[in-house]
């Protein structure tokens, strides 16, 4: 199988911290990870394209120093929603890829579960 | 990428094939036609992809035509469960950008 996970799967925060999304590969190392946010009613828009040991390549529009990314591992990114403030509630979704051409699940994306984010 | 058309929504009784149909008429000949699916509040599960031949897995069937322009995915049995937004993806590069995607609703 190809499972990805995500930690938490939903969190309320006050406005100005900072949250932490986790996303991790369970049974496969995935090279790059991708992380998607969906408002209610819309289809998911890509935020950023992580590849592991680099840094994240975003979508535009998206604030590089808002939505911190880091993807240390084959099997772990996570994403770092600084100074949250209510319009950046929503539902947060990662997916990963093996390595494309060589890995055994090709270049499928697979997605987590994904984490709804409330900032009050 | 090239984009796609879906209808907005389509419905089937349970138990009876889901033939869903996608348009992507300017496809090109490297890019991947991908369909996956949301169920409510969840994140995207994938079904199948192909390039020019049909394709089927335990989950559904992927009918491509010949010049490639459209596809139909096909649920043979479909269950409650199977109530979900349905996106049809091409993909040339790493990135998957979204549609709106078709909703099917199956009833009972």
């Known amino acids: 199988g190809a499972v990805v996970s995500q930690h938490p799967s939903w969190v309320i925060c006050k406005s100005g911290t900072s949250v932490k999304i986790e996303c991790r590969s369970l049974?496969?190392?995935?090279?790059?990870m991708f992380w998607y946010r969906q408002f209610p009613k819309q289809s998911l828009m890509l935020m950023a394209t992580?590849?592991?040991?680099?840094?994240?390549?975003?979508e535009q529009g998206v604030e590089k120093d808002k939505f911190l990314i880091n993807h240390a591992s084959l099997t772990l990114s996570t994403l770092t929603v600084t100074s949250a403030h209510p319009e950046d509630s929503s539902f947060y979704i990662c997916s990963a890829r093996d390595a494309p051409g060589t890995g055994r699940l090709g270049d499928t994306q697979y997605f987590g579960p994904g984490t709804r984010l409330t900032v009050l | 990428d090239a984009k796609t058309t879906q209808p907005p929504s389509m419905d089937c009784a349970e138990g009876r094939a889901a033939n869903l149909p996608c348009n992507h008429s300017?496809?090109?000949?490297?890019?991947?036609v991908y369909w996956y699916r949301q169920i409510h509040s969840q994140g995207p599960q994938y079904i199948i992809h192909?390039?020019?031949n049909n394709e089927t897995n335990e989950m559904a069937s992927l009918i491509i035509t010949e010049d490639r322009k459209s596809s139909t995915l096909i649920l043979p049995h479909a269950t409650l469960r199977d109530t979900a937004v349905y996106y049809c993806?091409?993909?040339?590069?790493?990135?998957?950008?979204f549609g709106k995607g078709i909703t099917l609703s199956v009833r009972p």
């Open positions: 192909g390039l020019k």
């Open positions: 993806i091409v993909k040339a590069n790493s990135k998957l950008t």
């Open positions: 049974d496969f190392q995935a090279t790059t």
């Open positions: 992580s590849n592991e040991g680099s840094k994240a390549t975003y």
């Open positions: 300017t496809i090109s000949g490297n890019e991947y």
